[in-house]
């Protein structure tokens, strides 16, 4: 089992910054973050990928957020994260990150082939 705990969350202005995280821990940690990443949901929305990171820090990142989010990672304290800047209303959801031996259609960002998940944290941007 793998635990995922995200943090640094919050309101900010339009064309401001944050920077998200996400610990890993669990007995099963080191055999299943192989490909980590970050979704969001808006209201009413469906849960989108954000970018993803391979064991071999290949980058994947959307359309929307490329030139804008960087994701990272600190392997050997298993933390995931999310430099997110020149934030936009549109950015404004729950942000999830997600952990997978695995993670089929990584690729593609798709939330499906992801098995563990944080609780979320919630980014608010204001125009």
């Known amino acids: 089992q793998v635990q995922l705990v995200e943090s640094g969350g919050g309101s900010v202005q339009s064309g401001g910054s944050l920077r998200l995280s996400c610990a890993a821990s669990?007995?099963?940690?080191?055999?299943?973050?192989?490909?980590m990443g970050w979704f969001r949901q808006a209201p009413g929305k469906d849960r989108e990928g954000v970018a993803v990171?391979?064991?071999?820090?290949?980058?994947k990142y959307a359309d929307s957020v490329k030139g804008r989010f960087a994701i990272s990672r600190d392997i050997a304290k298993a933390t995931l994260y999310l430099q997110m800047n020149d934030l936009k209303f549109d950015d404004t959801a729950i942000y999830y990150c997600?952990?997978?031996?695995?993670?089929?259609?990584?690729?593609?960002?798709?939330?499906?082939?992801?098995?563990?998940w944080g609780q979320g944290t919630q980014v608010t941007v204001s125009s």
């Open positions: 669990g007995d099963t940690v080191r055999d299943s973050i192989y490909y």
């Open positions: 997600a952990t997978d031996r695995f993670a089929a259609g990584w690729s593609l960002l798709r939330p499906t082939g992801f098995t563990y």
């Open positions: 990171i391979t064991r071999e820090d290949v980058t």
